[in-house]
């Protein structure tokens, strides 16, 4: 009887038991759209630079978005009222309903937000410094007797978006990671200037601003799959009350806003959410930057090309001897986006739709829009001849091998490429 009593006891009690443990997992999934860290989906120009023998290394050409920075005030009012989930977590935890591992609740139990991340909106954090900083300085070491020395006549520096402060001062970190002495930084050119054009054409406000535009990632936010997701959180947390899409998409601002590309240390608020969860939500975002600054709208290509013709003009000045050792500018994700439609990169055989996420998709915005993502051309000078050049592209530090043979191309493959692009403009914006 008693041996009976012992078995009845043991299987009356409830064991909530967690499968996935973020806090060991040995390898944490790092994609997270447009606020994914550099250091998480970058190269290295030191290592994969192309040399390329009897060619020497003449102009630099660099397009690259903003480091790290703060959520704007609308998302973190959001971000800042979703912490308080923390404790119902915590709670459901203690009470066996929540089936997170005891570590990764102890992680978020003790979890303190930086002081700045909701106090200082938009503001440039340490890291987003450091990733600029980062790339300037490698790029130096990768070319160090083209940029070893520099005065006023061999550069051009410039952000884009004038009212954007974190974009100016990503340029400031770029420039200090480069040269310790002071160097000229051109301020941003407002209206039509060619790294940010779409900024005053009325018709893609209008279209960005169309219910239309969205209606993939609505439509996704209606799927099996996310919904299923929607389910699987819920059920992880065992919070008394129902997460709405604010909320889930609070708590993954939050993982992401949090997460480390420097330390590789992932936010507590990322073992909220397993690697499908994550997936489902990097798409909602893929699907955002696709139709708004992506091949979903065809006016986005030509905005991409007028930056382009920059590259062109920039290249073509140095063959004629006066041109610039180096030229870079800062620009948000929309016009890096539009610089990879213009060059016919990155897209997928049919149009990404919310009906259904494709896993082998060409358009990741956790690559092509991720912190200080970057577009970096070089323009060799080659000893078979006055006019022997040759141009070499790279994506986020590694050669970008599709656009040419092996990412590099020639300078008639190049010029063929780009002079269309001179034509183009923007008289459709009204």
Known sequence: MKILLVIVTLCSVQIVT???CFWNTGCPYKYFSNITPYNLVRGDIRDSLVKLTGCEPVSIWGLIRHGQKNPGTGNGKYMKEA?????????SYERGRCSLCAQDVENLRKWQDDKQMFTKPDKLTKEG???SEGLARRLKQAFPKLLAKIDKNDYQFRPANAPDAWVADSVKAFVGGLYDKPLTIQPAKPGDDIISSYDTCKKYTDMKQNIKTNEESMKFLRSAEYLASKDRIQRRLGIDY???DTNITALYDLCRYDTSGFTNQFSPWCALFTTEDLKALEYIYDL???YRSGYGA???ELFGQIALTDLLKSFQDSKARNGKKITAYVTSATMMDMV?????LFKDDAPLTGALRKPDRKWRSSKLAALSSNLIVVLNKCNNGPDDYNVVFYFNEEPLRSICKEGV???KEFEDKLTPFLNTNTDFCG
Not at 340 to 344: E, H, T
């Open 409 to 411: 191309c020639t300078w």
């Open 340 to 344: 990879w439609c213009a060059l016919k």
């Open 288 to 290: 955002q930057h696709y």
């Open 298 to 300: 065809s006016m986005n």
């Open 129 to 131: 410094a450091l990733e």
């Open 18 to 20: 967690s499968t996935y």
């Open 83 to 91: 912490v308080v989930i923390k404790n119902d977590i915590v709670s």
């Open 242 to 244: 129902a997460l709405t």
